[in-house]
């Protein structure tokens, strides 16, 4: 099953990839979507 599902996550054909600038925030219903992110860095002078 997580074999089917992986590629299911890694088709290109449905895959959205957003970019986004200090501030900004995305809001997602984990209930209703598949989804998984590349990693990322903290900011090293912004907030904990």
């Known amino acids: 099953m997580w074999d089917a599902l ?3 996550l890694n088709d290109q054909k449905i895959r ?3 970019n986004f600038e200090p501030g ?4 997602i219903n984990n209930d209703s979507i598949g989804h998984r ?3 990322y860095l903290d ?3 912004g907030s904990p």
């Open 6 to 8: 992986s590629k299911i």
């Open 16 to 18: 959205v990839n957003l």
């Open 24 to 27: 900004q925030i995305q809001w």
């Open 37 to 39: 992110r590349t990693s």
């Open 43 to 45: 900011d090293p002078n």
